[in-house]
């Protein structure tokens, strides 16, 4: 069973910089669309931010030209550079994909399980 494995949350103090790192933990054969997306207490889930395998990127408007995210398509993994943290980005921050191929299978709109980022003052 594939997993997408997320590491890298923390507690961040506002201002302040963390990185969050997601892998699949079989072999892959490829990944379509990537992504990070967070839930906060009480709110719904929201997009923060995808990466096509060509680099192609979008952003939510809340984290642009603070959040930066990348990936390795070799290595079928993404990261997300979080800069200027602020208290509001605190949340569960999940990484997805879309639709992810092994030898055996194909996986659509696959979760990993989620890292807390919390936002000190």
């Known amino acids: 069973q594939v997993q997408l494995v997320e590491s890298g949350g923390g507690s961040v103090q506002t201002g302040g910089s963390l990185r969050l790192s997601c892998a699949a933990n079989?072999?892959?054969?490829?990944?379509?669309?990537m992504g990070w997306y967070r839930q906060a207490p009480g709110k719904q889930r929201e997009l923060v931010a995808t990466i096509t395998r060509r680099a192609g990127t979008e952003y939510a408007d809340s984290v642009k030209g603070r959040f930066t995210i990348s990936r390795d398509n070799i290595k079928n993994t993404i990261a997300l550079q979080m800069n200027n943290v602020k208290p509001e980005d605190a949340a569960v921050y999940y990484c997805?994909?879309?639709?992810?191929?092994?030898?055996?299978?194909?996986?659509?709109?696959?979760w990993g399980l989620g890292t807390q980022v919390t936002v000190s003052s």
């Open positions: 997805h994909v879309d639709e992810m191929r092994t030898r055996e299978e194909l996986y659509l709109d696959y």
């Open positions: 079989e072999n892959i054969v490829r990944i379509n669309i």
